[in-house]
């Protein structure tokens, strides 16, 4: 799908990510754990998970199942899913797959995932398990994108 980004997690750094992407044009798919730790709750579209639907900066997000994704997209409504095992990019193989996750570590995205994949964070090494990587460290480099 050309235009359809999944941003796997949806804490609020990611929130941000996501905000940005839809306000560009681009179709958003949330993928998160069923039960994800969220600090930030009323920045972060991951508290749609135990809310059912979350308002952040005037743009919806609902939880729902990956088999409403599209529906609620064609809506206007971003999607928050339960996939922490990636099963909706092998199904709806995304123009691009942002992890956002930040475990520190790769939890496994691949670089054949689409043909655009970032990864924020630590763990992520450009050209061997994503395209691009982000820096998400508080200071003069952040959001520094090293290819």
């Known amino acids: 799908m050309g235009r359809l ?8 750094l ?5 905000h940005r ?9 949330v993928t998160e754990t069923e039960f994800p730790t969220v600090i930030r709750r009323t920045v972060a579209y991951a508290a749609a998970v135990y ?9 919806q997000a609902d939880y729902c199942p990956m088999n409403e994704a599209l529906q609620k997209i064609r809506d206007g409504i971003i999607p928050v899913i339960a996939d922490s095992g ?12 942002v992890d956002a996750i930040l475990a520190k570590k790769n939890l496994g995205t691949t670089l054949n995932a689409a043909s655009a994949v970032i990864g924020v964070g630590p763990g992520f090494t450009a ?3 994503v395209h691009a990587v982000i820096e998400s460290m508080r200071g003069h480099d952040l959001g520094r994108v090293y290819l």
């Open 51 to 59: 809310a059912g639907s979350v308002t952040v900066e005037e743009l």
């Open 86 to 97: 990636g099963e909706s990019i092998r199904l709806y193989k995304p123009a691009a797959v």
């Open 21 to 29: 992407l839809f306000r560009a044009g681009y179709d958003i798919i």
């Open 127 to 129: 050209g061997r398990d």
């Open 5 to 12: 980004v999944i941003v796997r997690g949806g804490g609020d």
């Open 14 to 18: 990611a929130s941000g990510i996501i």
